[in-house]
């Protein structure tokens, strides 16, 4: 019958059976197998419920492991052949009630799976643990009973210490105070794998193994020399045939009647594949599942002590982003991009070999190379060149032969200055440089360039409260008619009264809310008291005519469905008229525009509302798309005109806005410049035919109140 054929609990019953045929030569127990069979079905139960409950429960894990030690499974054998059984066969019959299971319902169950293993291990140590001290403790007692009976030759408590001695789990030794091995029980014998005789001819201090603490053997001469009573280490030996045996040992002093020193009693615990599996448990902890590289964690406890040194010790670290490899997840799939991260691996592997060196993997297609020494400023270049030399070479998957690129950003410098939160911030910030710069390339960090991309995401983060608790605030600047030097009107610029920068211009905070998406409330409460300031000038200012507010609108906010219909409500709201208001686009953001993207400025258009091309002339434009776009007015870039503000003018420039000028009235356009500076500079446009201007040669952005002040004065100085 096979599992998928068999109910629940005869499938429960298979994988008891299969368990307890695996543990049953190496369990110390007079019950026979089927007896034996018996006592782990249960066990086998709550290991299947473990599996298939909804919350994983490390706890049940460890009462199965330590259930084995309680069935006298003691022998570190049957913990390991209990592992690979539940490893083999735990999911194959207890993970089949899952209907119309998934791949990655099969992935959790072994994942589960796994994580009960380490349970059961964690349980059965610690049983075994509390065991071993039990008996350490009735030995103990029973050696201090028979110190009598060792001085005195035979005492009549000889029998019950023969018992414990050789009937305990745990391996015991006696010697004399030079070292000479008396006696040994079965259970060290056993952890030898040697005779009887093998162990007892040789003597203590030969015993030495490479990983002995220096503290190891001035305990032991301490002890012998009956300057102190015991001392308990964790010492590895040598067996016969090679291997390294793991132990807890206590040694004890023992003396005769007299109080005098006369034997030493050694307690060893076989901690061996305990302490082999740590080290797998510490492997996976540190190490990335996928490419075997090391993890973050690793790479920080790494770092961490590379930066902690002192003296000429300095530090360079690499810090790899590959370029467009979410493009091959998403066309080749993860499978793929799984692959190509382990060749890239691979390749990094192969760069950092010299002493000092290492290469991790932090998350994602994120990779880290490290290396120290007294001389990592060439050292930690050439790294980065390696790096870059062995991603060239096409990397074959699934028959494709992908080119693979990437980003680095570099940081170098010396130990002991840094953290390693402060080094890998800088250099995942000089890596994005990089890649902002066209990426296949590395840079080296600019504590300037840090700084202000520091200062930039602090902008980033604080924008959404800023606008909540009304940080931001609105400047106006006149827009003055050439011919008769009247107000026309006034452009809205929005500022930031930030609490640590002081008052921040729309550059250093614009580009930050545009990314974020912001820009949508932060442009909509910016029109609001826009359009609420032109209605008080009209009430206030009703002899000078009608004025006309200008509010910029950025690329986000064309594309947002909303635009036309809160730019009604507003204006209704407030009373406004739509030609009252003039909204200004870039050139830029119209270049290529489609009738999708043009339909709400023509629907803001035919409801009277005036659209102005902002910075014209810097988008490069074809000028026939002119006739095209809703707009009603030129805004003519600066650069045209700053040969204009010295007497006489630039010809060229001359020339230029003349036919600007003459193009846009043939058209019906009028035209607006901006950035004038000088009263000739404001001559010549007026005398080229120019409709409007704004610039500091009027008035520099002020609050409200100050719209008809102008001061007239050459800005240039």
Same mark, same amino acid.
């Not at 609990?9 to 059976?17: N, S």
């Not at 998934?102 to 994580?115: D, F, G, K, V």
């Given at each position: 019958?096979?599992?998928?054929?068999?109910g629940?609990?005869?499938?429960l019953?298979?994988?008891?059976?299969?368990?307890?045929?695996?543990?049953?030569?190496?369990t110390s127990?007079?019950?026979?197998?089927?007896?034996?069979e018996e006592?782990?079905?249960p066990?086998?139960?709550?290991?299947?419920?473990?599996l298939?409950a909804?919350a994983?429960d490390?706890?049940?894990?460890?009462?199965?492991?330590?259930?084995?030690?309680a069935?006298?499974?003691?022998?570190p054998?049957?913990?390991? *052949?209990?592992?690979?059984?539940?490893?083999a066969?735990?999911?194959?019959y207890?993970?089949?009630?899952?209907?119309?299971?998934?791949?990655?319902?099969?992935?959790?169950?072994?994942?589960r799976?796994a994580?009960?293993?380490?349970?059961?291990?964690a349980?059965?140590?610690r049983?075994?643990r509390?065991?071993?001290?039990a008996?350490?403790e009735a030995i103990?007692?029973?050696?201090?009973?028979a110190?009598?009976t060792?001085?005195?030759?035979l005492?009549?408590?000889?029998?019950r210490?023969?018992?414990?001695?050789?009937?305990a789990?745990?391996?015991? $030794?006696?010697?004399?105070?030079?070292?000479?091995?008396?006696?040994? @029980?079965?259970a060290?014998?056993?952890?030898?794998?040697?005779?009887?005789?093998?162990?007892?001819?040789?003597r203590?201090p030969e015993?030495?193994?490479?990983?002995?603490?220096p503290?190891?053997?001035?305990?032991y001469?301490?002890? /012998?020399?009956?300057?102190?009573?015991?001392?308990?280490?964790? !010492?590895?030996?040598?067996?016969?045939?090679?291997?390294?045996?793991w132990? @807890?040992?206590?040694?004890s002093?023992?003396r005769?009647?007299? $109080?005098?020193p006369q034997?030493q009693l050694?307690?060893?615990?076989?901690?061996?594949?305990?302490r082999?599996?740590?080290?797998?448990?510490?492997?996976?902890?540190?190490h990335?599942a996928?490419?075997?590289?090391?993890n973050?964690?690793?790479?920080?406890e790494?770092?961490?002590?590379?930066l902690?040194?002192g003296?000429?010790?300095?530090?360079g670290?690499?810090?790899?982003?590959?370029?467009?490899? !979410?493009?091959?997840?998403?066309?080749?799939?993860?499978?793929?991009?799984?692959?190509?991260?382990?060749?890239?691996?691979?390749?990094?592997?192969?760069?950092?070999?010299?002493p000092?060196?290492?290469? +991790?993997?932090?998350?994602?297609?994120?990779?880290v190379a490290?290396?120290?020494?007294?001389?990592t400023?060439?050292? /930690?270049d050439?790294?980065?060149?390696?790096?870059?030399? +062995?991603?060239?070479?096409?990397?074959?998957?699934?028959?494709?032969?992908?080119? /693979?690129?990437?980003?680095?950003?570099?940081?170098?410098g010396?130990?002991?200055?840094?953290?390693?939160?402060?080094?890998?911030r800088?250099?995942?910030?000089?890596m994005?440089?990089?890649?902002?710069?066209?990426?296949?390339?590395?840079?080296?960090a600019d504590?300037?360039?840090?700084?202000?991309?520091i200062?930039?995401?602090?902008l980033?983060?604080?924008?959404?409260?800023?606008?909540?608790?009304g940080?931001?605030?609105?400047?106006?600047?006149?827009l003055?008619?050439? $011919?008769?030097?009247s107000?026309?009107?006034?452009?809205?610029?929005?500022?930031?009264?930030?609490?640590?920068?002081?008052?921040?211009?729309?550059?250093q905070?614009i580009?930050?809310?545009?990314?974020?998406?912001?820009? /949508?409330?932060?442009?909509?409460?910016?029109?609001?008291?826009?359009?609420?300031?032109?209605r008080?000038?009209?009430e206030r200012?009703?002899?000078?005519?009608?004025?006309?507010? @200008?509010?910029?609108?950025?690329?986000c906010?064309?594309?947002?469905?909303g635009?036309?219909?809160?730019?009604?409500?507003i204006l209704? *709201?407030?009373?406004?008229d739509?030609d009252?208001?003039?909204?200004e686009?870039?050139?830029s953001?119209l270049i290529g525009?489609?009738d999708?993207?043009? !339909?709400?400025?023509r629907?803001?258009?035919?409801?009277?509302v005036?659209?102005?091309?902002?910075?014209?002339?810097?988008?490069?434009?074809?000028?026939a798309?002119?006739?095209?776009l809703?707009?009603?007015?030129? !805004?003519?870039?600066?650069?045209?005109?700053?040969?204009?503000q010295?007497?006489?003018a630039?010809?060229?420039?001359?020339?230029?806005?003349e036919?600007?000028v003459?193009?846009?009235?043939?058209?019906?356009?009028?035209?607006?410049?901006?950035g004038v500076?000088?009263?000739?500079?404001?001559?010549?446009?007026?005398?080229?035919g120019?409709?409007?201007?704004?610039?500091?040669?009027? +008035?520099?952005?002020?609050?409200?109140?100050?719209?008809?002040?102008? +001061?007239?004065?050459?800005?240039?100085?």
């Amino acid at each position: 019958m096979t599992a998928e054929a068999a109910g629940p609990e005869d499938r429960l019953r298979r994988f008891a059976t299969i368990w307890s045929r695996a543990v049953f030569p190496v369990t110390s127990t007079s019950l026979t197998r089927p007896e034996l069979e018996e006592q782990l079905l249960p066990l086998a139960r709550r290991l299947c419920d473990a599996l298939r409950a909804r919350a994983f429960d490390a706890a049940e894990g460890q009462a199965v492991g330590a259930a084995l030690v309680a069935a006298h499974c003691t022998d570190p054998e049957a913990l390991s *052949r209990t592992l690979d059984c539940v490893d083999a066969y735990l999911v194959l019959y207890c993970g089949e009630d899952v209907p119309q299971e998934t791949q990655e319902t099969q992935e959790a169950l072994r994942t589960r799976s796994a994580r009960l293993q380490h349970a059961m291990a964690a349980g059965f140590a610690r049983a075994l643990r509390e065991r071993t001290l039990a008996e350490q403790e009735a030995i103990a007692q029973a050696a201090l009973n028979a110190r009598s009976t060792v001085a005195e030759a035979l005492h009549a408590s000889e029998a019950r210490f023969r018992a414990v001695f050789e009937g305990a789990a745990i391996g015991i $030794g006696i010697a004399d105070l030079e070292g000479n091995i008396l006696q040994v @029980n079965g259970a060290l014998l056993r952890m030898f794998g040697g005779s009887e005789q093998g162990v007892r001819g040789r003597r203590v201090p030969e015993w030495t193994h490479p990983e002995d603490g220096p503290q190891v053997w001035r305990l032991y001469e301490e002890l /012998v020399r009956g300057e102190r009573e015991h001392y308990h280490v964790e !010492k590895a030996f040598y067996r016969p045939d090679g291997t390294s045996l793991w132990t @807890n040992l206590t040694v004890s002093l023992l003396r005769d009647a007299d $109080g005098e020193p006369q034997y030493q009693l050694a307690l060893m615990e076989d901690t061996t594949e305990r302490r082999l599996l740590n080290l797998r448990l510490r492997y996976e902890a540190t190490h990335d599942a996928l490419t075997g590289l090391p993890n973050r964690t690793l790479f920080f406890e790494r770092l961490e002590k590379a930066l902690a040194v002192g003296g000429a010790q300095r530090f360079g670290l690499c810090y790899l982003d590959l370029d467009g490899f !979410k493009t091959i997840n998403d066309s080749l799939g993860h499978a793929a991009g799984d692959r190509l991260l382990v060749e890239v691996a691979d390749r990094l592997q192969s760069c950092a070999t010299a002493p000092g060196e290492m290469v +991790a993997r932090l998350g994602g297609d994120e990779f880290v190379a490290l290396t120290t020494g007294p001389d990592t400023e060439r050292e /930690v270049d050439e790294l980065a060149g390696r790096i870059m030399n +062995a991603l060239v070479t096409p990397i074959s998957i699934d028959g494709r032969e992908l080119t /693979v690129r990437g980003s680095i950003g570099i940081v170098e410098g010396p130990a002991g200055e840094r953290g390693p939160a402060e080094v890998l911030r800088s250099a995942d910030i000089t890596m994005y440089r990089a890649k902002s710069a066209g990426g296949n390339r590395f840079e080296l960090a600019d504590p300037e360039a840090d700084a202000r991309a520091i200062t930039r995401h602090g902008l980033t983060t604080a924008l959404p409260a800023a606008l909540d608790r009304g940080e931001f605030f609105i400047e106006y600047q006149p827009l003055v008619h050439l $011919g008769d030097g009247s107000v026309r009107g006034a452009e809205a610029l929005v500022r930031w009264l930030h609490p640590q920068h002081g008052v921040l211009g729309p550059d250093q905070f614009i580009p930050l809310a545009e990314h974020t998406g912001l820009i /949508v409330p932060l442009g909509r409460w910016v029109l609001e008291q826009s359009v609420r300031q032109a209605r008080e000038w009209q009430e206030r200012h009703e002899a000078a005519g009608s004025l006309r507010i @200008n509010v910029n609108l950025s690329p986000c906010q064309l594309t947002h469905p909303g635009l036309v219909q809160d730019t009604v409500d507003i204006l209704e *709201r407030e009373g406004l008229d739509p030609d009252a208001l003039c909204l200004e686009v870039t050139e830029s953001a119209l270049i290529g525009a489609d009738d999708d993207l043009l !339909k709400p400025l023509r629907r803001l258009a035919e409801m009277g509302v005036d659209i102005a091309l902002d910075d014209f002339g810097t988008g490069y434009s074809n000028l026939a798309n002119l006739r095209r776009l809703p707009v009603s007015i030129l !805004k003519l870039d600066r650069s045209f005109t700053q040969g204009m503000q010295q007497f006489p003018a630039d010809p060229v420039d001359l020339k230029i806005v003349e036919g600007i000028v003459t193009l846009a009235h043939s058209l019906d356009l009028a035209v607006t410049v901006e950035g004038v500076e000088t009263g000739a500079q404001a001559e010549q446009l007026r005398i080229l035919g120019c409709d409007t201007a704004q610039g500091w040669y009027y +008035a520099r952005p002020g609050p409200p109140e100050r719209l008809h002040e102008l +001061a007239l004065v050459d800005a240039t100085g």
